[in-house]
């Protein structure tokens, strides 16, 4: 089957974007497909929609026309988990306890404003998707997989990114690393880039913060290196304040990375807030509210300081 | 998955750093350029109209009623270009004008010279357009009575069938009834470039000398050459002769001013002049002054003589002039920078002259709209890349220069070089619009198609909007119009009726009640049906056109440009034998996308998945969505083209097939018209008189543009725009151009060397789909909508309106609504 090259790959993942255009992910303009799924739980995670591997309803108050126009979700949903809202008249309330996520309202929404994120596809579905931003692949563009964590789907990433490569697409993913090294391993065969979150070196930190510990993600970054030496690694590390912003955190991810020799690049991400509307249409609590996001000054600083250590260790 | 920091183009950074005066933009050029940067700091007056053109012209046509027509031009232009004001203005080294110092605009009487009578007034009232009352008064005494009963456009209205003339302007024979909008004879011509190379090459006593040849060794016993070809060649060598005393006058006029000025380096400059000026253009230019000069001159001929769509084309500049250019810099009389300060004295001259648009359908045209395009890069004859020193300094000149005129295209192909693509591209980054790109790999094979010899196809040059020209191949010259196609689907639903400006009417044909429709393909072929109806008319106002040019127009000096009208000896308005006739688009389409989608959104919710019934479609389409939110929401949540998605695209390829089959259904004179979708900025004022459309668009609001998805439907990123565009394209018959697209761009998704590279390779993607057209729009709608606001603090904001850039401020608030709307393809 899996080197059956005439035959369509059915198998299905569960992907809750594509987003096309995507020019700041890899080389070139590019397509990232989103996985839904996460075993992390990264408190300033800016698409809250990714983290669960089941798919979620999601509101879009300032889209919704209202029960005066509309109502028409109301009647659809058969756990009655949907009601005229008693804070945001004329508007619906959704009790998240009694929904089950069975998309009724999604389909008869007609202004879109309730959407279902997650949707189940082919590796088929997904090429004709991305091929068909086909013009691009010849200009230096490619696919970018991303999550959610695609580990936890690492079978049809597999197969996805095979088939691409297979097909002259030029493939990236973005990782955060935690999962199982075979699965990982499988991956990267069919990877001409890879981007990997280091985010924290102290693990009872990176636990308090993401969900989980980081031995298995340093690790699996060692072994990716080695086992790899010829796929670049872009190295990302998000800075949010109170957890790792201050540059003895920075500085110790740094001369973790020195180690790695097919490092091209270290990029630090500065926190921002603009996830968080999609809390709200989730309807759930978002918990950074009060973290401001560090200053542009501040986050170039740790750039410079950090290139300045990587470079002298040459890591290109 | 970064939010970008907001970035700022160029453009935007001088507008919100205050730099809003007009100035060279870096401070390299003005240095460098100091005398362009005086010109600019006198420019930006609101057009001043002068009449002297048109009372001169109106002179000399009282005194030669018996003339054959070609023979009544060339001495009107002869009596024009003898006493019309000569002005050399302080600092200028590029001199004439077609009417006196500063911004202008020129008047034509014998087009559509009773509107003259109401039209100054309202112009002068609107405040667009500075007249004098005294000038009010002169026309129309001296002028509007005499032309009233001989103009082109009576003889036009009168030549139209009752039907068609109350289609296309209702009750107002200047206006526009919004179902059709007419063109005819608001221009002389279509969109026009000259062979500039043969005025610098032979000079206008070499031209004369050929014509005079040619008049010497005519059989006169033969009646045709006496009736025909001998008034022709006399024309051509009063033209050549006028246009040589026209420039003998600014000789003249500058050696006056040498001897009486003080300035010792000016005095030589004038000196210079005047040299220049007694050469060209009787002789062939020796210098890049002297062609830059000479070219000057020959299209003021051309602007003096008769107005064509978007002013007349500067060509392939950066060929024709290179010579001159390698030459000098060889011979070390120039160097870039005066090379760029003789380049930019011509666009001065160019941005001096405004086009006023003697219609009442205002909405139509907007934001002092002219596109002498300047055509750089493509190829040569022989099919290497044309690229040049030139093109790179005209490049160069369109970043620091800040007017936007002239019109800057650029013709791409596989063989661009990199670094000129590169260029193009840190251009386009600015913000300004500039340059638009022609794709010679559909262009070329576009031609051929048509009968151009593969050196000609490869020698077009872009013209006016988004059309193109070969300058001595090429003849056809009749001005066309535009369809409102979102009105055919209405039609399409209602039996024919159609609202415009709340006034329902049967305008189109009966094709049964909508409601009975029992598939989608009922409603196409009712849509069909009622678009033939239009393109029927459309091919009987094009006919009688065609012939109201031939009775009525003639142009002895372009004519004595083309090689074709030279070896026939007839007048470029006549029928002429040779060249390729049929060459340019004309039957206009506004709202292929609005109308697209439309269809797309009634196939899947009436038809298909029988969400909603016709009956409620036109109910709510009736109350204009009151109360009808919901259905509005399906409507606008329907799949849409320009998403690179089957459903919707592939209506967009029946509709396209529709189109390219329908109008090769009719004839006229010269052959089948072609389709083309450029709409300037008549998609707004054809949305304005429109009733709601079932893409969920209000009555009132805009139609889309070009071949444009609708404003902010397309969601998917420019790069499936593209596909989508190409996906529409049906290829069903070779008689489909100028197919206008419009990308809009955050400044964040082109910074830094990344954007850059992306930026190219969409152009490159653009190139190998072989699309006709593409341009950009760099900017924030954020600084639109500040703009909106407080529009003194951005007057000099460039924004690409469709196929021109405008200033954002001139533009009405329906226009700059449209601009700000357009989808933002914004990465988050």
């Given amino acids: ?316 | 998955m970064e939010a970008a920091a907001k970035v700022l183009t160029p453009q935007e950074e001088r507008i919100i750093k205050g730099l809003d005066k007009e100035e060279l933009t870096t401070e390299e050029a003005k240095n460098k350029r100091q005398r362009v940067n005086k010109l600019l700091a006198r420019f930006r007056k609101v057009p001043r109209v002068d009449i002297q053109r048109a009372l001169l012209f109106t002179e000399s046509f009282q005194e030669t009623e018996s003339l054959p027509v070609v023979l009544r031009w060339a001495k009107a232009m002869e009596n024009v270009l003898n006493k019309i004001e000569v002005v050399i203005n302080d600092d200028e080294l590029i001199v004439g004008t077609c009417g006196g110092t500063g911004r202008h605009s020129i008047l034509y009487p014998e087009l559509r010279g009773c509107w003259l009578e109401e039209g100054l007034q309202r112009l002068k009232e609107q405040g667009a357009y500075l007249v004098s009352d005294e000038d009010i008064k002169t026309v129309k005494e001296k002028i509007v009575p005499y032309w009233r009963g001989k103009t082109a456009h009576e003889t036009y209205i009168s030549l139209l069938p009752e039907e068609t003339r109350y289609l296309i302007y209702g009750d107002d024979n200047y206006g526009a009834s919004g179902l059709m909008q007419d063109n005819a004879n608001i221009n002389a011509t279509l969109n026009w470039a000259v062979d500039y190379q043969k005025v610098l090459e032979k000079g206008f006593l070499g031209i004369k000398k050929d014509a005079e040849e040619k008049l010497n060794s005519l059989d006169v016993v033969d009646p045709q050459n006496h009736i025909q070809k001998t008034p022709f060649l006399k024309a051509v060598i009063i033209v050549c002769d006028a246009m040589i005393a026209f420039a003998k006058r600014y000789a003249e006029l500058a050696r006056e001013m040498a001897r009486n000025e003080k300035d010792k380096i000016r005095k030589k400059e004038l000196e210079r002049i005047a040299e220049v000026c007694e050469w060209v253009p009787a002789n062939p230019a020796r210098t890049f002054h002297e062609a830059v000069q000479s070219q000057w001159f020959t299209q003021l001929g051309c602007r003096l003589e008769q107005p064509t769509t978007g002013v007349i084309s500067n060509g392939r500049i950066d060929q024709y002039l290179y010579p001159y250019y390698k030459k000098d810099l060889e011979e070390g009389r120039i160097n870039e920078d005066s090379a760029l300060e003789l380049l930019e004295c011509l666009w001065l001259k160019i941005a001096d002259f405004v086009p006023l648009n003697a219609t009442n359908a205002k909405s139509f045209w907007e934001g002092y709209a002219h596109f002498e395009q300047t055509v750089i890069g493509g190829q040569t004859r022989d099919g290497q890349d044309a690229t040049n020193e030139l093109s790179y300094l005209i490049l160069k000149s369109k970043k620091e220069f800040p007017l936007h005129y002239p019109d800057l295209s650029v013709r791409i192909h596989s063989q661009t070089p990199e670094p000129f693509l590169r260029e193009v591209c840190e251009l386009i980054r600015e913000g300004t619009g500039f340059p638009k790109l022609l794709n010679d790999e559909e262009i070329i094979p576009h031609l051929l198609a048509q009968g151009a010899t593969l050196e000609d196809a490869r020698d077009y040059t872009g013209c006016a909007c988004t059309e193109i020209r070969m300058i001595n191949t090429s003849t056809y010259m009749v001005v066309g119009g535009n369809i409102n196609l979102p009105a055919a689907l209405e039609m399409a639903l209602n039996d024919g009726v159609l609202k415009l400006k709340g006034n329902k009417q049967r305008l189109g044909v009966t094709t049964g009640d909508a409601r009975n429709f029992a598939t989608f393909d009922e409603l196409m072929n009712a849509f069909r049906l009622q678009v033939e109806y239009l393109v029927r008319h459309f091919y009987i106002r094009q006919t009688a056109l065609e012939m109201t040019n031939a009775m009525k127009l003639a142009a002895p000096l372009m004519s004595s440009l083309h090689d074709v009208c030279m070896n026939e000896l007839t007048d470029i308005h006549q029928p002429l034998k040779g060249g390729v006739s049929a060459d340019t688009g004309n039957i206009n389409l506004n709202g292929f996308g609005t109308a697209v989608e439309s269809l797309a959104a009634i196939k899947k919710l009436v038809y298909d998945d029988k969400k909603i019934t016709m009956n409620e479609l036109l109910e709510a389409l009736e109350a204009n969505f009151e109360g009808k939110e919901a259905l509005r929401q399906m409507l606008l949540n329907a799949p849409k083209y320009g998403n690179n998605a089957p459903y919707a695209d592939q209506i967009a390829r029946e509709v396209d097939a529709m189109l390219l089959t329908t109008a090769r259904k009719f004839k006229t004179p010269n052959g089948h018209q072609y389709i083309k979708f450029v709409p300037v900025t008549s998609h707004v004022g054809l949305g304005v008189v429109m009733g709601a459309t079932p893409n969920g668009r209000k009555a009132g609001e805009p139609l889309s543009e070009g071949i444009s998805p609708t404003q902010g439907v397309d969601m998917k990123g420019p790069l499936s725009t593209l596909l989508s565009i190409d996906r529409a394209k049906s290829r069903k018959y070779a008689n489909s151009l100028a197919r206008l697209l419009n990308i809009k761009l955050s400044p964040q998704v082109v910074a830094g060397e990344k954007g850059l590279q992306d930026l190219m390779s969409m152009v490159r993607t653009f190139c190998d789909l072989k699309l006709w057209h593409l341009q950009f729009n760099i900017l924030n709608s954020d600084i639109l909508r500040d703009a909106q606001k407080n529009p003194e603090k951005y007057r000099n904001l460039i924004v690409r309106v469709a196929g021109y850039s405008a200033y954002f401020v001139d533009l009405s608030p329906q226009l700059q609504n449209e601009i700000i709307n357009r989808t933002e393809h914004q990465h988050m």
């Avoid at chain 1, 700041?24 to 989103?34: A, E, K």
């Avoid at chain 1, 091209?264 to 500065?270: D, F, P, V």
């Fill in chain 1, 1 to 316: 089957m899996d080197n059956d090259t005439g035959s369509v790959n059915h198998k299905l993942g569960r992907v809750f974007n594509i987003q096309k255009f995507s020019v700041h992910d890899g080389p070139g303009i590019r397509d990232v497909v989103f996985m839904k799924g996460c075993p992390l739980r990264c408190l300033w995670c800016c698409n809250p929609e990714s983290q669960n591997t089941f798919p979620e309803i999601g509101y879009i108050q300032n889209k919704c026309i209202g029960i005066q126009e509309c109502g028409y979700c109301i009647k659809a949903c058969p756990k009655k988990a949907i009601t005229n809202s008693t804070v945001e008249t004329p508007k619906i309330d959704i009790d998240r306890r009694l929904c089950d996520h069975c998309g009724k309202c999604v389909d008869v929404c007609p202004a879109r404003a309730i959407t279902l994120f997650g949707q189940m596809m082919s590796v088929e579905d997904v090429i004709k998707e991305v091929q068909g931003g086909n013009a691009s692949w010849r200009t230096g563009g490619g696919i970018t997989v991303s999550g959610g964590e695609l580990l936890l789907q690492a079978d049809f990433v597999h197969d996805l990114l095979k088939e691409c490569k297979k097909r002259g697409i030029d493939t990236a993913i973005e990782t955060s690393g935690y999962g199982d090294w075979r699965e990982l391993e499988r991956i990267c065969r069919h990877c001409n880039l890879i981007f990997y979150d280091v985010k924290c070196m102290d693990s009872d930190k990176h636990k308090a913060f993401t969900g989980v510990n980081n031995e298995v993600i340093l690790d699996n970054i060692l072994k990716v290196a080695s086992q790899f030496p010829e796929t670049p690694v872009i190295v990302r590390t998000p800075v949010i304040p109170e957890f790792n912003d201050s540059w003895k955190d920075i500085k110790a991810i740094v001369e973790f990375i020195t180690q790695l020799q097919n490092l091209t690049e270290y990029e630090l991400m500065a926190y921002h807030a603009f996830g968080e509307p999609k809390y709200r249409q989730l309807g759930r609590k978002y918990r950074l509210e009060r973290v401001k996001p560090p200053k542009k000054e501040y986050i170039s600083d740790l750039q410079q300081r950090a290139n300045a250590i990587l470079k002298k260790k040459s890591y290109k």
